[in-house]
């Protein structure tokens, strides 16, 4: 079975640039989740949706973050303008339930860099 | 969300040795689990804990969710080259909204 698909895997995009992180769910998880990973401050959530839906956006650092989920195999996170203190690596993550006993299988991330 | 004091920070161990490393947290959680992230991979679930003073295994690793609910521990019994890599607790209870809450993540290092 496929997992959680992320693109791209890396990114490297100049200060002021819009940047677009994309994430396929697998298939039948109703929850997705957007972290964000950096030596500073390790595993932070950004957001999370469930059935599409945002549910929790408290984690998103400012307005200059938005994330979407248009239907139930795809979303979006999205930084515009971009900084350079955005750098991180950016994962998706999908369950299908939200408690612990529904773990969130995580793809392999999108390593943004911003010059 | 709440920040959990997981440690030791880093581990540099040779190969067959056993491995410990715990997870705190000043709140109550009702779920502990466990971590492993490879270099360029995402995050993988090892072992998930549900009740307290509940002790789980998966093959050479062991994990425990502390009866105070506020503390969890895993062990690595007999380390291999391949147990390298970044392992990270994670909790989930009211006072996190039910969101996982992560640890900074014990750094793992085996040498053969």
């Known amino acids: 079975d496929a997992g959680v698909i992320q693109s791209p895997r890396h990114e490297v995009t100049e200060m002021g640039q819009e940047v677009t992180l994309r994430c396929k769910p697998i298939s039948g998880h109703d929850y997705l989740f957007w972290y964000r990973q950096t030596m500073m401050r390790g595993l932070e959530l950004l957001i999370y949706?469930?059935?599409?839906?945002?549910?929790?956006d408290s984690g998103m650092p400012e307005d200059r973050f938005s994330a979407k989920m248009p239907n139930a195999s795809f979303s979006t996170l999205k930084i515009q303008p971009s900084e350079p203190r955005d750098s991180a690596v950016y994962f998706c993550?999908?369950?299908?339930?939200?408690?612990?006993?529904?773990?969130?299988?995580f793809g392999d991330g999108t390593r943004l860099s911003i010059l | 969300g709440q920040q959990l004091n997981q440690s030791p920070q880093s581990m540099f161990i040779q190969e067959g040795e056993d491995v410990s490393m715990n997870c705190t947290s000043s709140s109550i959680f009702n779920t502990w689990l466990w971590y492993k992230q490879d270099p360029g991979e995402g995050p993988v679930l090892l072992i998930a804990?549900?009740?307290?003073?509940e002790l789980t295994s998966n093959g050479r690793l062991t994990a425990q969710f502390g009866i105070t609910r506020k503390d969890s521990f895993l062990n690595i019994s007999a380390s291999i080259p391949s147990d390298v890599g970044i392992y990270f607790c994670a909790g989930q209870g009211r006072n996190s909204g039910y969101a996982l809450n992560f640890g900074k993540g014990t750094s793992l290092l085996v040498t053969p």
């Open positions: 949706f469930n059935n599409n839906v945002p549910i929790d």
């Open positions: 804990l549900y009740k307290a003073g």
């Open positions: 993550a999908s369950s299908r339930g939200f408690w612990g006993n529904q773990p969130q299988h």
